[in-house]
């Protein structure tokens, strides 16, 4: 008898990408990458240089080794420095709000706003960024929301040498310039997990690089 594998969460993923695609696709500003494999979009000036200013400050006062902060991920794969915003502060909440409104997700649906700090020679290794639902940690992050769909990241400040975002499979590097913000949905229109969104923070080789992350769920995060 033929098996049919449940991919959790499809459906949802399926919908949640048809409603940023259309969104999207109406925003005079944005810029989509152009590739057939992934739905990658950039959009400049989205944060002004005194926001990402103030955001930096923060992070350095949160940033902790992202290996032990994050277990999913084993040392030597993510070595930078990460850590949570706090999203009562008003410059995250309305930074964070404006994300949500851009993208066209409930807010609810948002992980609280992740803040990373790459100094030379740290990097996060290729890597998708949703949960690998035949893990343990799954059972979990299934009640907290579910499969993540679409990443929101932005770029703090420029970075000297080195620490572009680089999705391997689509061939597309991306250089840390302040202010812009990119958006990707890590599934491809019908739902499925997205294969060619894998991407990575190469290594900073001079300077430091700082960027912020916001990953949305399918339901309510929490
Ligand atoms: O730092 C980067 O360029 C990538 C960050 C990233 O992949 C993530 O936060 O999920
Ligand atoms: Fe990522």
Same mark, same amino acid.
């Given at each position: *008898?033929?098996?049919? &594998?449940?991919?959790?969460?499809?459906?949802? +993923?399926?919908?949640?990408?048809?409603?940023?695609?259309?969104?999207l696709?109406?925003h005079p500003r944005i810029y989509k990458v152009p590739t057939?494999?992934a739905e990658i979009y950039a959009v400049g000036d989205f944060l002004?240089?005194?926001?990402?200013?103030?955001?930096? %400050? *923060?992070?350095?006062? #949160?940033?902790?080794?992202?290996?032990?902060?994050?277990?999913?991920?084993? !040392?030597?794969?993510? &070595? !930078? =420095?990460?850590? $949570?915003? $706090?999203? =009562?502060?008003?410059?995250? *909440?309305?930074? !964070? %709000? /404006?994300i949500?409104?851009l993208i066209?997700?409930?807010?609810?649906?948002?992980?609280?706003?992740?803040?990373?700090?790459?100094?030379?020679?740290?990097?996060?290794?290729?890597?998708?960024? @949703?949960? =690998?639902?035949?893990?343990?940690?799954?059972?979990?992050? /299934?009640? /907290?929301?579910?499969? %993540?769909?679409w990443t929101a990241m932005a770029f703090?400040?420029? #970075?000297?040498?080195?620490?572009e975002t680089h999705f #391997?499979?689509v061939?597309a590097k991306v250089e840390p310039k302040p202010g812009v913000l990119m958006l990707w949905n890590?599934?491809?229109?019908?739902? *499925?997990?997205?294969?060619?969104? +894998?991407h990575?923070?190469?290594?900073?080789?001079?300077?430091?690089? =700082?960027v +912020?992350?916001? @990953?949305?769920?399918? /339901?309510? @995060?929490?």
């Open positions: *008898m033929a098996s049919t &594998t449940v991919i959790p969460d499809k459906d949802a +993923l399926r919908r949640v990408g048809e409603t940023v695609r259309k969104r696709a109406d057939d494999k002004r240089p005194t926001e990402c200013q103030r955001l930096i %400050r *923060m992070i350095d006062t #949160v940033a902790r080794p992202s290996s032990l902060y994050d277990q999913d991920y084993s !040392s030597g794969f993510r &070595t !930078s =420095y990460s850590g $949570d915003l $706090d999203p =009562y502060d008003p410059l995250v *909440m309305a930074v !964070s %709000r /404006r949500d409104d066209g997700i409930n807010g609810i649906c948002g992980e609280t706003i992740q803040g990373q700090r790459y100094f030379p020679g740290q990097e996060f290794k290729p890597h998708n960024d @949703w949960f =690998y639902t035949d893990q343990d940690y799954w059972k979990g992050e /299934r009640k /907290r929301g579910g499969q %993540r769909s703090l400040n420029s #970075v000297e040498k080195g620490g #391997v499979e061939g890590n599934a491809l229109p019908d739902g *499925m997990p997205n294969e060619n969104t +894998l990575a923070g190469t290594p900073v080789e001079a300077g430091v690089k =700082y +912020l992350t916001k @990953w949305y769920r399918t /339901r309510k @995060w929490g």
